[in-house]
């Protein structure tokens, strides 16, 4: 409980700007200090809810301390990292978080997107099963996996977890999204990989089901969680995974035929 976690980030070079986000429960009282390549340090960060500078080395910091939301008990401490000249010191970081009153010990830490940062920037031990992202972790919706379709295979950037407000294993089911045709910009036609190939099929079925129940007139009411609850039923399970639902897959992949209430 009082012991200092390090947690070390390697930047890479050439990094123009980066942003870090630490998400956490508003009850824990953690102590947040950074530590730069050429081991000065700044922290304990104040828990203040106004932008604080620093500098280390020539990189400055900038932190904010956000506060819970309408929707969420969370609280986030965001840090910029800002370049004085052209690009961001490059090396080892390291984040120090000190509990100082802890009620529930679970943080999540969140580098950008990939693509948007350099190859050699990320966490040197990152956490690979917890890689949900927003919108995915939001209640009432339809979080949707990937997987390879054409070897029925996983999907290893597909993202997947818990989210932090529940122990629900996360997607709710996956659909195809390797190697999936689809329209090009300029026109034409490419092939593409990705979640984003995945969600269409979802909601191209939960628009089928919409169709079959409300505007055919067989279920007036099959819209919102119902229209999950009958995808899930019919997903299909792949048989690398023995134990359903799982962070891997949900409730397994894709099948609108098994899904209808028929």
């Known amino acids: 409980m009082g012991q200092t976690k390090r947690v070390e980030l390697a930047v890479g070079e050439y990094e123009a700007g980066l942003n870090l986000q630490i998400w956490k429960s508003y009850t824990d009282e953690i102590a947040v200090s950074i530590r730069h390549p050429n081991g000065s340090i700044v ?3 104040r828990r203040v809810q106004e932008a604080q500078r620093f500098r280390l080395g020539n990189t ?3 932190c904010y301390y956000g506060e819970p939301s309408p929707y969420s008990i969370f609280q986030e401490i965001y840090f910029d990292f800002i370049p004085i000249g052209s690009y961001i010191d490059s090396g080892i970081w390291e984040i120090w978080l000190t509990p100082q009153k802890i009620v529930q010990g679970v943080y999540r830490m969140w580098l950008p997107a990939g693509g948007v940062t350099g190859l050699g920037t990320g966490f040197l031990l990152p956490t690979e099963e917890t890689t ?5 972790t939001a209640q009432k919706v339809i979080t949707v996996g990937a997987y390879d379709a054409h070897f029925d295979q996983l999907a290893a950037f597909s993202g997947r977890g818990y989210p932090g407000e529940t122990n629900q294993a996360k ?3 996956a659909a195809p999204g390797v190697d999936i045709i689809s329209c090009a910009p300029g026109g034409g036609y490419t092939s593409r990989t990705g ?5 269409p099929f979802v909601s191209g079925s939960a628009a089928l089901l919409m169709q079959w129940g409300i505007v055919d007139g067989n279920d007036a009411y099959l819209y919102g969680e119902k229209i999950k609850a009958y995808l899930i039923r019919g997903a299909r399970h792949l048989p690398m995974l023995t134990e359903y639902p799982n962070p891997q897959l949900g409730w397994g992949v894709l099948c609108l035929r098994d899904s209808l209430p028929i």
Not at 132 to 136: E, K, R
Not at 195 to 199: I, K, P, Q
């Open 132 to 136: 949900l992202t927003i919108p995915s």
């Open 195 to 199: 979640t984003s190939m995945a969600t």
């Open 60 to 62: 400055e910091l900038l």
């Open 171 to 173: 997607p709710d089911l």
């Open 43 to 45: 922290g304990p960060i």
